[in-house]
């Protein structure tokens, strides 16, 4: 089913969708109307591209209240357990505030602090994921973040999912707003009459979902521009080859780009596991989807051993690494970089796209060389906190004025001689020398 390839041919990262110029145009358009014409724009829009006329932007109580008794209850119950789950784990992230003082007077410290609001976009429409609900907003709660704003596109009856709406109630999303797009992403960074801008802008989406937040990068933060979804499994003659294809196949349906990719010293596993996933693609709703990703972007690379397996994988710095070996707890130590790492035949990877508690939210396309899953960090500032002493500053005040000096930045080194100066002056007014303020010469910069 898949090539069989040597290390050689392993080059699959793929640029990250800058869309074409007519899209990054559209989106342009779109976020100035929004950020002129407010609630009026977002209407349009929704009209124009939903094909909704809406009535009330913002989801009412009863509407939430609705969703919960509309949930099947098994889905309900596994929603909660799975955003406890979520909850427990994040909560190990949480911060402290801190402060340390030295023998000299001086102290210095950082203080953390949530942010105040936060916006989370979900995709909707057709689709439903209260999955991406659970991952993006219990951080920003663990965190403390007071609103958490929640945009999702209607469907054709101007509706939202059920289920959504109940992932949002059991995660504490304070606000709700039936809207999508890049509109939505326009209303969360400029704010309108019926929705208040936010400090930052997570979640998944389109291709204008993703142009829209690179646009307004720094007017607002964001949390990434994710790039397809990828799987990397390391295998050796112990693995299942049953259980390596349907993990592939589990990133193989998202989406035609995503990334399946098995490395293994083994050419028998090798040939096992392309037959079975020749067997499992039949039945899959979502075969031509998967049969794509596979094709262009799939291929189990032949290792000399599983050393160089472990080479390969840091190179490729995936989203979600298998390691379906003997004892992979001893091999842990050897990656380097991945998003999610998921140890042994059991530990398969929607065990964190849903229930074990770990954020599915992750760096893409290499990214994992550099960037973390979503966390509590997403969602809190922090500010230092110094208190300098006069004893220290005495101490170190020429070593300041000498660096800012060294750098010609006169009026820093300023700032830090008045204050010798001053307290030569009282010294000598003290012991009967010069009064306070009378210098020879003023202070000349240099």
């Not at 009209?47 to 008794?69: C, K, N, P, S």
């Not at 039945?283 to 990703?293: C, Q, S, V």
């Not at 994988?313 to 003997?326: D, G």
Request: proline share 5%; aromatic share 6%.
């Amino acid at each position: 089913m898949l090539s069989i390839v040597k290390r050689e041919y392993v080059k699959t990262k793929r640029s990250i969708d800058s869309g074409t110029n007519e899209q990054q145009e559209t989106v342009r358009k779109i976020l100035t109307a929004v950020k002129e014409e407010r609630d009026i724009a977002v209407r349009r829009f929704t009209h124009q591209f939903d094909g909704i006329e809406l009535q009330e932007i913002r989801v009412t109580e009863g509407e939430q209240e609705e969703a919960m008794r509309l949930v099947a209850p098994n889905v309900l119950q596994a929603l909660k357990e799975a955003a406890g789950n979520i909850k427990e784990y994040h909560l190990k992230q949480q911060r402290s505030s801190w402060f340390m003082t030295k023998e000299t007077g001086t102290m210095l410290g950082q203080i953390i602090r949530p942010l105040e609001r936060v916006g989370i976009y979900v995709p909707g429409g057709s689709a439903a994921y209260p999955s991406s609900v659970l991952m993006n907003a219990i951080p920003a709660q663990v965190a403390g973040v007071s609103s958490i704003v929640m945009v999702t596109p209607p469907d054709k009856e101007g509706c939202i999912n059920p289920a959504v709406l109940a992932a949002a109630q059991l995660a504490g999303v304070t606000e709700i707003y039936k809207v999508g797009g890049a509109q939505a992403i326009g209303a969360l960074t400029y704010g309108t009459e019926s929705i208040p801008a936010v400090d930052k802008i997570v979640g998944p989406g389109n291709i204008y979902v993703a142009l829209a937040k690179r646009e307004v990068f720094g007017m607002v933060s964001i949390d990434m521009v994710a790039g397809p979804s990828e799987i990397v499994v390391i295998a050796d003659e112990t693995a299942d080859p049953r259980y390596i294809a349907a993990d592939l196949l589990s990133q193989a349906e998202h989406d035609p780009m995503a990334s399946a990719i098995l490395l293994t010293p083994s050419l028998d596993l090798a040939r096992a596991t392309s037959s079975e996933l020749k067997s499992q693609l039949t039945d899959l709703p979502r075969k031509e989807i998967a049969e794509a990703a596979l094709t262009q972007y799939g291929f189990i690379c032949l290792t000399a051993d599983l050393e160089e397996a472990f080479e390969v994988a840091n190179q490729l710095a995936p989203e979600h690494l298998e390691l379906m070996i003997e004892n992979p707890f001893d091999s842990l130590g050897k990656i380097t970089n991945a998003g999610a790492i998921f140890l042994g035949s059991y530990s398969s990877e929607p065990v964190g796209d849903y229930f074990a508690g770990t954020n599915h939210v992750l760096p893409t396309n290499g990214t994992a060389r550099f960037s973390s899953p979503l966390s509590v960090d997403d969602f809190i500032k922090k500010s230092s906190v110094i208190s300098y002493s006069k004893n220290d500053l005495l101490t170190n005040g020429q070593k300041i004025v000498t660096l800012a000096e060294a750098e010609g930045l006169h009026a820093h080194a300023r700032a830090i001689q008045i204050r010798l100066e001053d307290h030569d002056s009282n010294r000598e007014n003290l012991s009967g020398g010069r009064k306070h303020g009378e210098f020879e010469k003023p202070y000349s910069i240099h």
